[in-house]
């Protein structure tokens, strides 16, 4: 049986996270990603665990001159149209939105949202916190079983867009680990 790290969608996820980190290492920052400390078989979530209750981390943890901030990194296609708010959003679960806000109280990190859009190759940046102001929240499970919380696309700042778009990325991953099969230390 194929673990979730074999999924398609986990594979993007950390293809978005190695472009995220290359990008913020040219800027200068020092990256930490606490994915790698997640579980002796990485099966698990990234926690700060706490007494009553555990929250999970940010994809990236970043410094630089004396100053932190934590990341999120997520991949889409595109960005979604809502026809009530006519415009462009993204989107991401509402118990992570949550957990992350916890977390920025907590630590006193800031917490940002980066978005890598895959059609565009847009890099849009934005502090959670402040995209929350702005956002509208769907707490049916339709999509996710505790809601989702969408953030308008004109709201992020744009860090960088590729010179192509990152088109290829899922069919790449698709081919790699399929490649991987069969070989020592490739999925089952």
């Known amino acids: 049986m194929r673990s979730i790290r074999d999924s398609l969608e986990w594979l993007r996820g ?67 149209w809502w026809f009530k708010g006519h415009r462009y959003e993204h989107g991401i679960a509402l118990r992570l939105h949550r957990s992350y806000l916890v977390y920025q109280w907590e630590t006193g990190t800031p917490v940002y949202l980066l978005v890598i859009e ?40 744009l860090l960088e867009r590729t010179q192509e778009p990152i088109l290829n990325v899922p069919l790449q991953l698709a081919l790699n680990m399929f490649a991987d099969e069969g070989r020592p230390g490739g999925s089952p």
């Open 14 to 80: 950390r293809e978005g996270e190695r472009r995220a980190i290359v990008w913020f290492q040219r800027q200068g920052f020092y990256v930490a990603v606490p994915a790698d400390y997640s579980g002796l078989n990485g099966d698990r979530a990234p926690l700060a665990q706490g007494r009553h209750k555990a929250l999970i981390l940010p994809d990236l943890d970043l410094a630089r001159g004396g100053e932190r901030a934590s990341v999120e990194v997520k991949c889409k296609t595109e960005p979604t």
């Open 118 to 157: 895959l059609t565009t190759g847009e890099f849009l940046f934005g502090k959670l916190d402040e995209l929350e102001q702005l956002a509208h929240i769907d707490e049916s499970d339709k999509m996710e079983p505790d809601g989702m919380i969408f953030y308008p696309k004109d709201a992020f700042t």
